[in-house]
């Protein structure tokens, strides 16, 4: 019914920046909150940000005053502009949405992208 894709990992050194995106497509009626959440290697899977459909977002705490969450919902996009990496940052990012598909349009679904890595490392 509707499926997220993330774009944008890669390979980045300490101190730079790289920009996530996340594109929710198929049969959507309306999405509510959107976020990234995080899994390093032996870890549980962790909150970075999310944005409401009104634009208010929440940090953890570990990514304040770097990190910035942003969404086009005329784009069906969330964006997580990451700045001043630092290699624990290194993990896979996943794109997060609570959907409603226009089958069931009363109905809130948690959507999950496939994950995008990101490496910090000199």
């Known amino acids: 019914q509707a499926q997220l894709v993330e774009s944008g990992g890669g390979l980045v050194q300490p101190g730079g920046s790289l920009r996530l995106s996340c594109l929710a497509s198929?049969?959507?009626?309306?999405?509510?909150?959107m976020g990234w959440y995080r899994q390093a290697p032996g870890k549980q899977r962790e909150l970075v940000a999310t944005?409401?459909?009104?634009?208010?977002?929440n940090y953890a705490e570990s990514v304040k005053g770097r990190f910035a969450i942003s969404r086009d919902n005329a784009k069906n996009t969330v964006y997580l502009q990451m700045n001043s990496l630092k290699p624990e940052d290194t993990a896979v990012y996943y794109c997060y949405g609570a959907l409603r598909v226009r089958a069931v349009p009363t109905y809130t679904e948690d959507y999950w992208g496939q994950g995008t890595q990101v490496t910090v490392s000199s």
């Open positions: 944005i409401t459909s009104g634009g208010s977002t």
């Open positions: 198929g049969s959507i009626f309306s999405i509510n909150n």
